[in-house]
């Protein structure tokens, strides 16, 4: 683990802390409905990590978890019911919510399930209809 490269993150009441170390896979913003509503907001900032990037130092026992799918289980603390982040097993990657990790530089690369959305956002970051092809999508892209 390289110096320097770890952010701390916590849950909205700062019970649950944690850090990311090193670089994520992929970040950029997903559209999806699931996304949406689970987070409460019109889309969501993600970042994905390997799983062992992830650690949490403090809390730990505080975290509540909710899959709806296999594909998804969703953490937050349970005593403000801040989220923070999701595990994707079949991936095998950590979605940390960018808003969670503000020492972080979030820079996207992606827009994702972007035939979902409801707020278009034109910043020039390639848009795709679903995932991509590796993830199980169909990496088809579409326009802004
Ligand atoms: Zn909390
Ligand atoms: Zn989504």
Redesign the pocket.
């Known amino acids: 683990m390289e110096k320097g490269s770890s952010y701390s993150g916590s849950?909205?009441?700062?019970?649950?802390q944690f850090t990311v170390s090193g670089e994520p896979v992929a970040m950029g913003y997903c559209h999806c409905d699931s996304c949406r509503r689970w987070s409460a907001g019109p889309v969501n900032a993600f970042t994905l990590w390997k799983p062992d990037a992830v650690r949490i130092t403090q809390g730990a026992g505080n975290i509540g978890t909710y899959n709806k799918t296999p594909h998804s289980y969703r953490k937050w603390?349970k005593?403000?019911g801040?989220h923070i982040f999701t595990e994707h097993p079949g991936m095998g990657l950590t979605d940390v919510y960018a808003a969670v990790i503000p020492g972080f530089q979030f820079k996207a690369g992606v827009h994702v399930n972007y035939q979902e959305t409801l707020l278009r956002i034109k910043d020039g970051v390639p848009k795709l209809k679903d995932v991509p092809g590796e993830m199980g999508g169909s990496g088809t892209s579409v326009a802004e």
């Open positions: 849950c909205f009441c700062e019970a649950v603390c005593t403000c801040g």
